[in-house]
């Protein structure tokens, strides 16, 4: 599948059946914290970056074939997503063809543009961005295009929060001596008030960033921040870890189990299944080798699947 991938578990969403909808990487932003590196198109023009067609002609098969279970349809892309000229389309599509909400991720930059907020609008759940309200902050942080402009940005998030039915969960990534003082979260909290998201998520550097110097938050200071913004804000938790035996034969069983439920990258499997990484690789490549579990390679990722799934 070239645009389908996943599903994948996501913290908020449970599982996600992902739809990326853009070349690498296409965006108006060049986040200091972003997993997918640095920005190689910096650009505003929205286009039609793949054809159309073939996105919902793979997103049709998906859907026909009925093999694969999710909780949701994610539309996001390697970079901002809004840069498709045909995404209103594209998420009409997903809502038509499925039961399963269809959720948009996105860095809100366009939504001061009246055509984006009318395409967004067609999905169940959006999931912007904010990660600064203060002019210098923002341009540290997300080093955008030339022609972008907070304020503007800021504007059109309070215009989609009037237009959109739906619900609107702001994330907000902080990343520590960047957008995290004082000053940085009384500007935030002021906009977050008049954008008035039905939640708000904070969030920190916890993958690779773009530039090494991005550095995480701590966790007391990210509930300091949640008690500062004057309204609910969650902290966006990862999965929780529990404790299994590490004797090999148990843990290669507790393994099968989660991947009969569903294809887990490396990642995914640590961090549900808190085991030590040498006793997982140890694991894993036992029934590699056997012919047990297989790798298959989306988007840059590595995921584990069962090579014929059978009941254990
Ligand atoms: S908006 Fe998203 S894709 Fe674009 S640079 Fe920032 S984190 Fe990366």
Sequence with gaps: MRYCFGPVPSRRLGLSLGLDILPDKT??????????????????RRGEYHP?????????????????AFDCITVTASGEPCLHSELGKILAF???????????????????????????????LVLPSLDAARERSFRRINRPARQLVLEDIIDGLCRFREEFSGRLWLEVLLVAGVNDST??????????????????????????????WAGPVSIERLGDIAGMLGQPAEIIAKFKRKDICADLPLLEKEILKTLKRRPLSHQDLEELL??????MEEA??????SGTVDLVRVKGTTFYHLSNPQPL
């Design 27 to 44: 965006c108006n932003l060049n986040c200091i914290y972003c997993e997918l590196g640095r920005t190689e198109r910096l650009t505003c």
């Design 52 to 68: 159309t067609h073939e996105i919902l002609a793979e997103l049709d098969n998906v859907f026909t074939a009925g093999e694969i």
């Design 94 to 124: 997903a809502r038509e063809r499925s039961t399963k909400p269809v959720v948009l991720l996105t860095n809100s930059t366009l939504l001061n543009d009246p055509q984006v907020r009318a395409e967004a609008r067609r999905a169940d």
């Design 183 to 212: 000053e940085d979260i009384e500007s935030l909290e002021k906009a977050i008030k008049k954008i008035g998201p039905d939640r708000i998520q904070l969030n920190t550097v916890d993958r690779p960033p773009a530039e090494e």
């Design 274 to 279: 808190g085991n030590k990484a040498h006793r």
């Design 284 to 289: 894993l490549k036992a029934m590699i080798d």
